[in-house]
């Protein structure tokens, strides 16, 4: 069952059309990635949802609420993650957690998210003095600290070191095994893929696509590449005259072939009907960034 319906959304500032038409649902329990270069609307997206700006065109509907018109019961039902600015630096984590349960009529135990979210030796610490990752754990905690149904997430790691986002992304798991639909923004294309069941990518206010990671990739048909350097001489076409493949290079010693469908098996007959190994054999599978790049035309930010 849905809980999040966009339909035809369109947000404009001034004469500039930052959302245009966009259209997508988000199911129950799932983790919902919006995915798209600088600029392209995402947090635009997500604020409509939230209920935190006004739209030009189109409806959304949060659990049968309407953002705008139920803003008072919305916040009760939605966690949105806390903008650093938001907290002040001298405020101690329990009683940042104390003050935000005061403000829902049905709050979690904030001395349990304090264990559950790892802030115990922190818990006398003020903001001001967390780590980045733990600012982030904090983050999540005060999201949940209405006991929400939907935690949004806008670009929640982007500020972490490659360690603390991976952490992070343990606890935005463990957001959703409690049960909480997430809608996330992001711009890492590894977050997204290891996190979102679903993902919408958005390109100049539209949307440009819509599937789970895997359906993304397939769907860009990008290419697979295969590197390795044969045991014996080999003849460039021998492999240019299959037609799994597109192109075949050397960097010294090495060769990498690039191709579709079943390239591996094709190669790999080719290489042992002349009785060449391929050593130091790898292949790369195309990736979420590769979908990406086809699709917005645009190199993905800060991998
Ligand atoms: N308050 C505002 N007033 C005017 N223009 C705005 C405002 N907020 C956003 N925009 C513009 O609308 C477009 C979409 O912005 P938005 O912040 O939604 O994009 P985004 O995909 O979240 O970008 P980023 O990844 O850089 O955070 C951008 O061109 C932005 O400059």
Not at 63 to 69: K, V
Not at 108 to 126: C, N, Q
Request: some cysteine; charged content about 25%.
């Amino acid at each position: 069952m849905p809980v999040i319906e966009v339909q035809n959304l369109r947000k404009t500032y001034g004469d500039h059309v930052a959302v245009d038409d966009v259209s997508f649902s988000v199911e129950e329990g799932e983790i919902f990635g919006v995915l798209g270069p600088n600029g392209a609307g995402k947090t635009t997206i997500v604020e409509c949802v939230e209920g935190l700006r006004r739209y030009d065109g189109g409806t959304v509907s949060v659990m049968g609420l309407d953002p705008h018109r139920d803003k008072e019961q919305l916040r009760q039902r939605i966690g949105i993650q806390l903008q650093e600015s938001e907290l002040p630096p001298r405020l101690k984590v329990w009683e940042a957690l104390q003050m935000y349960s005061t403000f829902y009529s049905d709050p979690a135990d904030w001395r349990s998210l304090i264990t559950d979210w790892g802030l115990e030796k922190k818990r006398d610490s003020r903001f001001g003095q967390l780590s980045g990752g733990q600012k982030q754990r904090l983050s999540i905690a005060l999201a949940l600290v209405g006991n929400p149904r939907i935690a949004v997430f806008d670009e929640l790691t982007t500020a972490l070191d490659p360690r603390a986002r991976r952490e992070t992304w343990e606890l935005i798991e463990k957001v959703r095994a409690q049960g909480v639909t997430v809608l996330l923004v992001t711009h890492f294309m590894e977050e997204a893929e290891r996190l979102c069941d679903r993902i919408a990518v958005i390109k100049e206010g539209r949307l440009a696509a819509l599937d789970t990671p895997a359906g993304l990739i397939s769907a860009a048909d990008a290419e697979q590449r295969l590197r390795f350097v044969p045991s014996a001489p080999l003849d460039d076409s021998l492999l240019t005259a299959l037609p799994e493949v597109t192109s075949v290079t050397r960097a010294g010693s090495r060769v990498t072939v690039t191709g579709t469908n079943n390239l591996v098996y094709a190669v790999v007959a080719v290489l042992a009907r002349h009785a060449i190994v391929p050593d130091e054999l790898r292949l790369e599978q195309p990736t979420l960034e590769d979908a990406f790049v086809k699709l917005t035309g645009t190199a993905p930010v800060g991998n």
